[in-house]
């Protein structure tokens, strides 16, 4: 395997062993490369190089490195000089000749005096090389002033090997695990738990967990966490610790145990180690390596697997003692980490001092916005079967609220179900619970009829909790879901509105206004919405540049369901815009992200059924569109809608007769503008139906249902014209499939007074978009007039090489841009860069972006 990352330092040992005579000192911490630098050089050295290695015993033979290095035995007899001079007389004699002697840290006093003998007399042919870790001995200034002893005019070179950086840790694990480039994410995670040296990422690295080719990344850092300290880590740093007094190995173990930086006063504490002793402890630590101070103040051990190397040699019974005194430390420090004192009240058997922490712990994650760890947290504690109802029944309560933000809901709503049936006493306590249940029911897992019914029985127990009460009737009161009229549930959200109370911040007022801004979008009332669900309401509005301004500050969050919502909305947003290129992939790839999320997987089929049935694939839109039927008997009522429009004359008007009676109790008319549109094209009402949704929508805030107003009217009234306002309205919306519709109608009636122009046109607009069936359509339509058509050829096709376009956007992801930086630059929407940056990705066979530029030339 090739040296990585010590390029500079192998050009400096090169040099030097053609300058001899000479001497050379490398120097560098256990797991450097010290020798693998050296045996580089070797392995392309025609002249003869002898190699004695010193070791740490205290009764080591003297002059032993020496003696192993002649392979002959070397005179002990005599004076010191005679012995020194018969050593010199046969380098001298041995013509060109390397001679190296390994880890003189460990050498004995002879040995050392024997190198400045030989350094001061060095023969015509000699080069001598001596490799040391500073930290490991008591005499590095006689190490050092080896090089003072050289004669005059000889070269005496130094080579300081130090750990090496991400990029070199980069490049060292890639070389292991035969992969072209390491994602620099795991690479610092490498470089965390390694320190950067060699030979503790060859060791990590060594067996078949890790895999060879393709990375994983949650699979390799899932890897990484379960791998133990390799034999070679634990055993070099056992040595090293023997060489240390017992009150600095204790401090070291302290620094195990505790697995983060820590002051010196806190790991004095832990090791039961102060004073002068403690001084002299982090001093030697930090001189022999052991320790480093990441931050000023703090210190820790060097990397990962040193503490785990050092942690699995401590008894248990002493693991558990020194977990206690952890605790009992660091809980009096301000502001306390409930983390790290859990953890250690854990791991040292004080169950009810962890059960405190923990609890505290998860709410301070939760208040960071880490909602992930304070699932987790909550959901080990509430694996222990022991706890009262009571204690179960709070606990249970929290988690449902930090699940809700992770799309995890599964987990938390079986648990939550598990300790509600552990109580059958009316309670606000099982009211809290069944809230919890309800809001993730009907929320994520799509689930809708089960969570209102939990929400029901929620609001009958809460007499003694308003605030929860309130929560629960605004939930019930998003119109969105339910079968209820909007009567009913203004009803429910005017008694939340009392309930709450405008003093008070907490879950309940958040979620309160939360469901009050969705009942008022659901209206076309979009005031100062904001947040992920916002932009997908106002899509459904015709808001869209609102929506996707939304979309791109919530990205720069994350987190799911967040980032799958968001991609599912951004999907909607990208087919009434018409920018289909890559949108099939895209889609795929939010189906990876909202696996858990039934919802927004009936939102994703929802658009790719509008694109399959708009590019000819009949029969696979139709499916999809028959499975968000399915998936939406209860809500959410725009998705229902929009799926019964699309799906038009392939099922009849009786579910189109249900969808309108729907729309009428709900008053939801501002998002239902393609259902009103689809029904007045095949009713016989179609007047009055086109009256009252004129009537309804005049005075929301509903663009595309004004839009749709437009077009229902020049189908009620067969206008050319007004088919080309709705057109208009369409482009200024930014909708360019739904401009083609109306732009369609349009041409039809041009058609029928003899002019196909226009018809021509939006077939070859259509085409160009990707809408090969509604293009097909359009031809039909034209041949069946006289009119000659053929399909307006595509673009060019590149095959496996990148287009321009492509090429563009993968220079700009290699200098370090951002999506959203790119699309600004080159005036593109985020989604239309996805896609191209995907295809580059693919034709270049990188999996990731910041494995581009090696490959695209400026």
């Avoid at 010290?34 to 003297?62: F, I, M, N």
């Avoid at 060292?172 to 030979?199: C, D, Q, Y």
């Avoid at 939930?475 to 005017?494: D, H, K, M, T």
């Avoid at 009103?676 to 009256?691: G, H, K, M, P, T």
Wanted: proline residues 4%.
């Amino acid at each position: 395997m090739k040296l990585v990352g010590r390029e500079q330092e192998l050009r400096v040992l090169r040099t030097a062993v053609r300058a001899v005579p000479g001497l050379v000192l490398v120097v560098g911490e256990a797991g450097a490369g010290k020798s693998r630098l050296v045996a580089e050089v070797q392995s392309s050295h025609a002249g003869r190089w002898l190699v004695g290695q010193c070791r740490p015993v205290e009764d080591q033979v003297p002059l032993a490195p020496v003696i192993e290095a002649l392979g002959e035995p070397v005179l002990r007899s005599g004076t010191r000089h005679a012995v020194f001079s018969s050593v010199l007389d046969q380098l001298a004699s041995a013509g060109p000749t390397v001679l190296q002697i390994e880890d003189l840290h460990w050498a004995d006093p002879g040995t050392l005096q024997l190198l400045r003998f030989l350094a001061g007399r060095l023969p015509r042919e000699l080069l001598l090389i001596g490799t040391y870790r500073q930290e490991d001995t008591h005499h590095a200034g006689e190490i050092t002033a080896l090089a003072g002893c050289v004669p005059v005019g000889v070269r005496a070179t130094e080579i300081r090997l130090r750990p090496l950086d991400r990029t070199g840790v980069q490049e060292l694990a890639a070389e292991l695990l035969g992969v072209k480039s390491l994602p620099p994410a795991l690479a610092g995670e490498l470089l965390a738990r390694t320190g950067g040296l060699p030979f503790v990422v060859e060791e990590l690295l060594r067996d078949e967990s890790f895999g060879r080719g393709a990375i994983d990344s949650a699979a390799f850092v899932r890897a990484l966490a379960a791998k133990p300290a390799p034999v070679a880590v634990r055993a070099s740093l056992t040595i090293r610790l023997q060489q240390v007094p017992d009150f600095c190995r204790e401090v070291i173990r302290a620094a195990a145990v505790l697995d983060a930086p820590a002051p010196e006063a806190i790991l004095g504490a832990v090791a039961e180690v102060s004073g002068c002793q403690l001084t002299t402890a982090m001093d030697t630590g930090l001189a022999r390596g052991l320790v480093g101070e990441p931050k000023p103040g703090l210190f820790d051990l060097r990397h990962a697997l040193a503490r785990r190397a050092i942690y699995e040699t401590i008894p248990p019974d002493e693991v558990r003692r020194l977990h206690r005194r952890a605790a009992t430390a660091l809980a009096a420090v301000e502001p306390p980490d409930h983390g790290q004192i859990a953890r250690h009240s854990r791991f040292g058997g004080s169950l009810r001092d962890w059960m405190i922490h923990a609890e505290l712990a998860a709410d301070q994650a939760r208040a960071r916005g880490e909602h992930a760890v304070a699932a987790a947290r909550l959901t080990e504690m509430l694996e222990v079967e022991a706890l009262p109802w009571g204690d179960r029944a709070r606990l249970a309560v929290k988690l449902g609220r930090a699940a809700g933000p992770t799309g995890d809901w599964a987990q938390a709503v079986s648990l939550m179900k598990a300790v509600l049936a552990g109580s059958t006493a009316r309670s606000a306590s099982r009211g809290r619970l069944r809230l919890g249940v309800g809001v993730l029911l009907q929320e994520q897992a799509g689930q809708v009829g089960a969570g209102r019914h939990e929400l029901t029985a929620a609001i009958a127990e809460l007499g003694e909790d308003p605030e929860s009460a309130a929560w629960a009737l605004s939930a019930l009161a998003v119109p969105e879901f339910g079968a209820e009229s909007i009567a009913e549930q203004r009803g429910w959200l005017e008694r939340a509105l009392l309930l709450i109370g405008d003093e008070a911040e907490g879950d309940a007022q958040f979620a309160v206004r939360r469901n009050r801004a969705r009942y008022r979008l659901a209206l076309g009332e979009p005031d100062d919405a904001d947040g992920v669900e916002a932009a997908g309401a106002l899509a459904w509005l015709g808001h869209d540049r609102r929506s996707s301004a939304l979309l791109e500050r919530a990205a720069e969050v994350g987190g799911s369901p967040g980032k799958a919502v968001i991609a599912a909305t951004r999907a909607r947003l990208d087919f009434a815009a018409g920018d289909w290129p890559g949108l099939a992939d895209r889609l795929a790839r939010a189906r990876v992200e909202a696996s858990r999320l039934p919802v927004v997987r009936a939102e994703l089929d929802l658009v790719d059924g509008r694109l399959r049935l708009a590019q000819g694939d009949i029969a696979g839109g139709k499916e999809l569109l028959e499975s968000v039927l399915a998936a939406t008997e209860c809500g959410p009522w725009p998705l229902r809608v929009a799926a019964v429009a699309a799906l038009g004359r392939y099922r009849g008007e009786g579910l189109m007769d249900e969808c309108l009676a729907l729309v009428r109790r709900k008053d939801g008319w501002a998002w239902a503008g393609e259902l009103i549109v689809c029904a007045v094209a095949v009713r016989d009402d179609s007047d009055r139906l086109a009256a009252e949704f004129a009537a309804a929508v005049s005075d929301r805030d509903a663009p595309a249902a004004a839009a749709s107003l437009s077009l229902v009217r020049a189908l009620v009234e067969d206008s050319v014209e007004l088919f080309g306002a709705a057109a208009e309205q369409y482009r200024a919306l930014g909708r360019r499939y739904d401009e083609c519709v109306a732009l369609e109608g349009r041409g039809v009636r041009l058609l029928g007074a003899g002019q196909h122009e226009e018809l021509v046109s939006v077939a070859n607009t259509y085409e160009a978009m990707g809408a090969r069936g509604d293009a097909r359509r359009c031809r039909e339509v034209l041949r069946e007039a006289g009119v000659a058509v053929s399909p307006k050829r595509g673009r060019r096709g590149y095959g496996n090489a990148l287009s321009p376009r492509e090429l563009e956007v993968a220079r700009l992801a290699a200098d370090g841009l951002s999506n959203s930086r790119i699309a600004a630059k080159l005036t593109l929407s985020v989604s239309t860069v996805e896609d191209h940056l995907s295809h580059a990705m693919r034709k270049l066979e990188v999996r990731s972006r910041h494995d581009l530029a090696p490959l695209i030339t400026h």
